[in-house]
């Protein structure tokens, strides 16, 4: 039993699971100091500092987990990465300066946060060093730690009436908390070193995937961006605030997902174990996060309205119907969560920058088009552009792993009886509601779902029906 709740996966969801909490309590105690336009201006420059942090922890990251010789490797891809978040930084001190630099409180928010793309890139650099090394429970916990200090961070500096600026800080400390955490696990400095041959060699991996991280991008945070021009930073905030409730199923799931199957994908690459091995693994791992990821979701959805007014409260209710949207969003949008290992290492690197564009054309078009009225008809975009990434993706996967229709069926088969039986509990509790108050009737539906939901997964991890990924 210790082994198995030790099991790297069950690591890094317990992490993401407290890390999420983290991540709500933020944003619910924030929501008592700072209103809907002061978290759109914090908003805004966190979907900046994002967009140019995930480059650095994409593209030559992947580099080092594929190198086939890491030596030769290793050191000239550490300044390849500096030059990337070097980019990034200087690209959002550019963006800080045009809104009003040190004048205005957007300005300062921005310029703030533009470091820290540069300053993240020794933490990649290690975080790759420890994924490669099959060390997913470091590389997940660590993250938990600094979030955690971020948590206390925020309590303090809001107390002391910091405003949005409590949120701004909170990051600065996360990133110097990660940097210190990640040194210290893997206790390796880079050389001044850097080889035209290594540098080569990774641009078969760092090509196609800034590619579709750039798409992906796009399409998780050009709803911000686009909004950010043209609506206030109150709509901003309604959109962002939503996105940050309803995304948590996603990412409680698919983050150590993601680097636990880079991991495993990878290392059947090296080991030359073909599809079959790969098939495989795609299969458990998806089947299992569908069984995690679509219940929380539909639960979510349906009680939107509910968690946001005890999460944060009644000034925030405009986030509701954004929650719901985007919680079937990203529910579909899962489908493609492993497309890039998965083509990437059959050889079909260049479908997936395919699939990621098309989504990154119909959010842009629609938001163009639609994202004026408002935040909810901006969440209905990011739905659209979800259904055509998510449906190209399943194809795509399905041809390059050669997965029968029945067995893809199967595949979703638990995540989906789970799904319906949230559905049910929900339905069946919202009589309660009304006798008991909504918190407390919140508090009950969520156990009665927690309860039917632990009894179907015992039975399906007994019966081997779905198992736990490893790397």
Known sequence: MLKRLAAPYVVGVASRVIGQAIAFATVAIASKFIDLDGFGTY????????????????????????????????????????????????????????????????????????????????????????????????????????????????????????????????????????????????????????????????????????????????????????????????????????????????????????????????????????????????????????????????AVALLAPLLVVTILDDTWLPAASIVSILAVSKSIEFFANLLEPTMLTTGNAGRQLKIRSAGAVTLIVTLLAFGRFGPEAAAYCHLAASVVVGAASLAATAKALEIPLRDMVMTFLPGAALAALTYVAVHWSSSLWGSVGSEVGLGLTLVKISVAWLILMAIFMRRRVLVLPTP
């Open 43 to 298: 908003a805004f420059g966190w979907a900046l500092t994002v967009i140019a942090t995930t480059f650095v922890f994409t593209g030559f990251y992947q580099a080092l987990l594929r190198s086939q010789d890491i030596e030769r490797d290793r050191h000239t891809l550490f300044w390849a990465m500096l030059g990337v978040g070097a980019l990034g930084s200087i690209v959002i001190t550019g963006i800080g300066l045009t809104m009003g630099g040190l004048a205005t409180t957007e300005g300062r928010v921005i310029l703030t946060l533009a470091p820290l793309p540069f300053v993240n890139v020794p933490a990649a650099w290690w975080e790759a060093q420890l994924v490669r090394a099959a060390r997913v429970r470091a590389a997940s916990l660590y993250v938990l730690i600094y979030e955690s200090f971020a948590l206390l961070t925020v309590i303090v500096l809001l107390s002391m009436g910091w405003g949005v600026f409590a949120l701004v800080t909170s990051r600065v400390v996360a990133v110097a908390f990660g940097l210190l955490q990640t040194g210290l696990l893997v206790r390796r400095l880079p050389r001044f070193e850097f080889r035209l041959d290594a540098l080569r060699a990774s641009r078969e991996t760092a090509g196609p995937l800034w590619g579709t991280t750039s798409v992906a991008l796009l399409s998780n945070y050009g709803a911000d961006l686009i909004l950010g021009a043209l609506a206030s930073p109150a709509v901003v905030g309604a959109y962002r605030g939503g996105a940050r409730i309803a995304m948590t199923a996603a990412d409680l799931v698919m983050q150590p997902l993601g680097l636990l199957s880079w991991s495993k994908f990878t290392r059947i690459e090296k080991e030359g174990a073909g599809i079959p091995a790969l098939r495989r693994a795609w299969i458990e791992n998806m089947s299992l996060a569908a069984a995690l990821m679509w219940p929380m979701s539909m």
